[in-house]
């Protein structure tokens, strides 16, 4: 007898982001701090940012009422009303956003956001046609490649890449290319883009919103790294909002990640659909998140810490680890970084490499040197990627680790690179 349904063996047989998360949670323990640990997502730990989380705990460690509420009641499925409202007005202040509180959901984290509305948005409609969540630019974030519950449901586009110097290059979107017919159900980019740092300028956010709204479709805005918070960029950016437009904010990525917490601002209807997926797949959600962060959005302390401290960590840690580059990796081979304009990641193109990047990737394993390779970051190609050689040429880099352990990981790369290309 089978064990598993079909969306059971989608889910349960495993996974790219699965699969390395493992990797690099197993090499990491087993190679205790030997290793140099290049290849995950986790922010940094910031001691003026973390000074203030310790505060908030002990504020509500100190407060009967809040502590009773934070642990031992039930916020509703939509979120804490209070922090919906807090969250709303700041964006109406900061942007002029025409929202309210029924235009946010909160999730238990960014991925647990996106299951929710790719699944409410695509799949097998109710006449039998299959719709899909749409990624203009890949390579995209790992994490959304086995949240379709219907096969087949997720599709990319692949970008136009141009060259910006002798050793760099940037992802555009090739608009000529992006699908607007009954099968899209919506588009989804993320800005800054996970795994590459690419940033959408304001053009292209509003050039693929117009094709959206003219498609009658959503679009939707991962801004786990954006705008206002933590506000990891590093060029000049408009966060743009429509009545079509989805964005996903995360606290994640402001040193919050244990928290599990996200928020989906969209038009009430979605938002309140949202809803009552937590309802009915998790009930509520968890309040940490929310009663940490909820006063300091009200007072203006998250965006102090998001402008002030976050932002200018990671540029730091950007411009070090680029100089790193520069000074390490060999001249003469066809190495190319793309543009880092935000984010906590080098995406490394190999070009004509004679290993692909997940032997590359064990190369840099047998040193303890731990990257991610590029090809799971790209998914949803169909046969448009079998002869796309630059998939399986590229590898992500994480900058947020210690300046030490960044510094000894580059030149190691920049060693395995030689090797690799005969030099």
């Not at 493992?22 to 986790?42: T, V």
């Not at 970084?337 to 047998?366: I, M, V």
Request: glycine share 8%; with cysteine; hydrophobic share 40%.
């Amino acid at each position: 007898m089978q064990l598993w349904s079909n969306f059971g063996e989608r889910v349960a047989a495993g996974s790219g982001i699965e699969e390395l998360m493992e990797d690099l949670g197993h090499a990491l323990a087993d190679g205790g701090e030997d290793c140099l640990m290049l290849g995950g997502g986790n922010p940094a730990f910031i001691p003026e940012v973390e000074a203030v989380w310790e505060t908030r705990m002990k504020e509500l460690v100190s407060d009967s009422a809040a502590l009773r509420k934070t642990l031992a009641v039930y916020d509703p499925p939509r979120g804490n009303p209070s922090f919906l409202r807090s969250l709303a007005s700041m964006l109406r202040k900061e942007y002029g956003w025409d929202i309210t509180e029924d235009h946010l959901a909160v999730t238990g984290g960014g991925q647990t956001a996106f299951f929710a509305l790719f699944n409410l948005l695509a799949g097998t409609s109710p006449s039998g046609s299959l719709r899909k969540i749409h990624f203009p630019l890949m390579p995209e974030y790992i994490g959304y490649s086995n949240q379709g519950i219907s096969p087949g449901s997720l599709s990319g586009s692949i970008p136009e890449i141009r060259k910006t110097s002798p050793h760099g290059f940037k992802y555009h979107i090739d608009f000529s290319v992006l699908p607007t017919d009954e099968t899209v159900a919506a588009y989804c980019v993320s800005r800054p883009t996970n795994p590459s740092g690419n940033v959408l300028d304001d053009e292209e956010i509003s050039k693929l919103s117009a094709m959206a709204k003219k498609a009658g479709i959503p679009l939707i805005i991962d801004n786990a790294y954006g705008l206002p918070f933590p506000n990891i960029l590093f060029r000049q950016t408009t966060p743009l909002w429509a009545d079509h437009h989805i964005f996903v904010f995360s606290l994640s990525k402001l040193g919050l990640p244990g928290t599990r917490t996200a928020v989906v601002v969209a038009k009430p209807q979605i938002a309140r659909a949202v809803a009552s997926m937590t309802a009915v797949t998790g009930l509520a959600n968890g309040n940490f998140g929310q009663a940490i962060t909820r006063p300091l959005i009200e007072d203006g302390t998250l965006l102090h810490l998001s402008q002030n401290f976050i932002r200018p960590y990671y540029e730091k840690k950007m411009r070090f680890a680029r100089a790193k580059v520069a000074d390490c990796f060999p001249k003469e081979s066809s190495y190319a970084l793309h543009e880092t304009e935000g984010a906590l990641f080098l995406w490394l193109w190999l070009p004509d490499c004679p290993l692909n990047s997940r032997q590359f990737y064990q190369k840099l394993k047998e040193k303890k040197v731990l990257v991610v390779p590029g090809e799971p970051f790209f998914f949803g190609l169909g046969k448009d990627a079998d002869s796309w050689r630059h998939r399986h040429e590229c590898i992500r880099i994480s900058f947020a680790m210690k300046d030490d352990v960044v510094e000894r990981g580059l030149e190691l790369i920049g060693a395995e690179i030689s090797r690799a290309y005969g030099m």
